[in-house]
């Protein structure tokens, strides 16, 4: 009888299985769209056993030499493709109804919720617009100070480990300043990161950004309630992680709306205007604050929405950044000519005073920087690939991506195609230089071969922020000390954030005496 009843159930998985793939199959075989071997219900799942955040950039590259620049992986019943083709990533990034992430971002929302990152349709157009007031020009010139604060704090906490010879991981030191600066930027409170890193809100964040994208290469914690199961311990660190993050957010909200009402009630109130002499002069010029306006004005923001909001800021603003600056760092420390174009260039546009204050109209000038930056994400894309889910059927070219489809846009490969960039494994910042120069008749910004802010409606609406937040940083470290060329080669690791499983190292040595 139970021999019969377990007999009865696999054929009715089996059966099931077969009806709910047997159309994306068929699409994808038509398309030529083919991948590694999958099996009747766990699909790729024995193979996805073996990955982990260390491997998973092995393993994709192994699968685009075998399979082409478009290649299928089915996880259980849950279809995924992976492309490098830059036909795919135009006709998707460009799309104005193609918006909904793919399903593993799915593992960010018991954190950030509905915001702007996974958002869709009406709550995220009308969200956007209020917030690309952000990012105004006027407003960043007030965040560049902060920058400029926070930077300095950075390069006297290095002080203590710049002797020539120490080897220094730079993610440890750089990640406490973006945050720093984010939490500032985004919620006009000091968290003083820097010099407490234990502060329990920065410490539930790292652990937080750190355990979600972990999950989503972990089989055994890929579901829910799996994940209850198979790790009860990190499950419940998670929910009270998760907790401390959002008590913390909700208490510098209620404060900052009741010190809104306050001023509103005795009229002194002043709302913020972007044709305001002051606004770069402002004491309040947070995030927050300018989401608590956009509320009191009406739109429809709740707490609860400016809560998801501010979490999402602090999310994309802490990771990417400190990713970006980390690889720069060493990058440069490996290629002395490049750092002595730097240097020569801080001089020359900032001065001989290295303690000076720095401005967004200095920042802006920094245009070799700029290409070291812009080769650094090219090689360490922050964010290595970009996805999106199909609600039907999406044809591209000669190529069909069929309905209820997670298609993941992998930058990190497609940033190092020969065809676009001429020895693409070669440190090469020069070759940002021109930025008019043309591939198949386009130039780079319509070729769709570079995108470390991703593009289309749905590109990064902070990328401004974070070139000034990355030039700040480098800036100034480079401008005190020489970098050196120390500790273990990087070994890329891929989550949602690139990093390295050997981490980022380098050693200083101070230039001013």
Known sequence: MLLTLLVGALTLLLTWDFVCKRHSYAVLSKSGITGPLSLPLVGCGIQALQLGADNIID???????????????????????????LEHFEAILSSTTLLEKGQLYEFLRPFLNDGLLVSVGKKWHSRRKVFSTVFHFKILEHYVG???????????????VADGEQ?????????????DIITETAMGVQVNAQSDPDFPYIKALKSVVYIQPDRMLKFSQRYEWLFRVTAPLLHRKLVSDIRIMHDFTDKVIRERREAVERAKADGTYKPLSLGDEEIGRKPQMAFLDILLQASIQGSPLT????????????????DTTSSGVAHALYSIARHPAVQAKIYEELVRVLGNDPRAAISQSQLQQLKYLECVIKETMRLYPPVPAVGRYTRKDLKIGDQIIP????????????????????????????????????????????????????????????????????????GKVVRYYELLPKGPEIRPMMNFILRSATGMHIALRPRLK
């Open 403 to 474: 309905a209820h489809t997670s298609i993941y846009m992998v930058l990190y490969f497609a940033h190092r195609d020969p065809k676009y960039f001429p020895d693409p494994f070669s440190f090469k910042p020069e070759r940002f230089l021109d930025d008019t120069a043309e591939v198949d008749g386009k130039p780079q910004a319509a070729n769709f071969s570079y995108l470390p802010f991703s593009a289309g409606p749905k590109n990064c609406i902070g990328q401004k922020f974070a070139m000034l937040e990355m030039k700040m940083l480098l």
């Open 146 to 160: 902060i920058m400029d604060k926070q930077a300095d704090i950075l390069v006297d906490s290095l002080q203590q």
């Open 59 to 85: 393993y994709v590259g192994s699968c685009f030499s075998s399979y082409g620049k478009t290649f299928r992986l089915w996880i259980l019943n849950e279809s995924q493709v992976y492309t490098t083709q």
């Open 303 to 318: 707490d609860a929405d400016i809560r998801e909001e501010v979490d999402t800021f602090m999310f994309e603003g802490d």
């Open 167 to 179: 080897v220094v991981d730079t993610l440890k030191y750089v990640s406490l300043a973006a945050l």
